[in-house]
């Protein structure tokens, strides 16, 4: 994997429960928050609102209760000098660590790896007469690098890619696009890196001809094999039918 990349981890775990009553409502969640797999920086919170609004908070890092309203900053007083804040002191070692490694394993240890597609897209102005799209689909998790290459050196100018697109399905896609002037005898690629490879991914753009006379050649060489299928099936049922097989 490349050192370029740098994944950030940032992993909630929350429990809430919701307390409704004659058209009020009291929410209480509580939180793990992991930064990283060694727990350096992990954090407990627990959190009190009341119709929306948060009133209360304990955060393990603070250590103690915090106050947002006239009412929280009351509660807040009195729950500091009792064994309420001495048990939620606890709840980081008690709850949250013990836990980590279930939570690694089930989400982020997870990676899927990207599906990579390289074509050749109408250019939106009249400066360059050729533009290049390398797509990535379907990757987990987000983090990704696209990057292009001419002749094996990376490309900086008139490159545009979009950002990480959710699909709403946990998987991101991405797309990046070349604006260039054709060179005879220059190569071409698109190299993807992800956390889900052992090592960067290249593509290589083979101009020998245009994306839409391969399409037209794929087209046809379809239509010929079903033409010739549809031939053999109709010679067969012509003998059998001649000899009174059939």
């Given amino acids: ?29 509580t939180r793990c928050l992991y930064s990283s797999i060694d727990m350096h920086g992990a954090e407990f919170i627990q959190s009190y609102t009341f119709n929306k609004v948060e009133h209360l908070r304990f955060n393990s890092t603070v250590g103690e209760f915090v106050g ?24 980081l070692e008690r709850l949250c660590k013990p ?26 102005s009249g400066r360059h007469p050729a533009m290049l799209m390398c797509s990535a689909y379907d990757f987990y998790p987000k983090p990704i690098r696209v990057t292009w ?26 797309h990046s696009h070349l604006e ?19 090592e960067p991914m290249m593509y290589h753009w083979d101009p020998s001809l245009p994306e ?5 050649i794929a087209i046809g060489a379809s239509g010929l094999v079903l033409g010739t299928i549809l031939a053999l099936a109709g010679l067969i049922y012509y003998k059998k039918k001649s000899s009174g097989v059939l």
């Fill in 1 to 29: 994997m490349s050192k370029s990349i740098r994944f950030y981890i940032c992993l909630a775990v929350a429990l809430s429960t919701l307390y409704e009553t004659d058209g009020y409502a009291s929410d209480v969640v």
């Fill in 212 to 216: 839409a006379e391969r399409n037209k």
């Fill in 68 to 91: 947002y309203t006239e009412l929280g900053l009351k509660n807040a007083k009195r729950l500091n000098r009792g064994q309420e804040v001495v048990q939620m002191r606890g709840e």
């Fill in 180 to 198: 260039y002037t054709p060179k005879s005898g220059e190569k071409i690629s698109c190299m993807v890196e992800h956390i889900s490879l052992t």
């Fill in 149 to 174: 290459l001419r002749d094996g050196r990376e490309v900086k100018s008139d490159v545009t890619s979009t950002e990480e697109l959710a699909n709403g399905d946990w998987y991101y896609q991405i």
């Fill in 99 to 124: 836990n980590a490694d279930i939570h690694y394993r089930a989400i982020l240890d997870k990676t899927v790896e990207p599906h990579v597609r390289l074509s050749s897209v109408t250019p939106p």
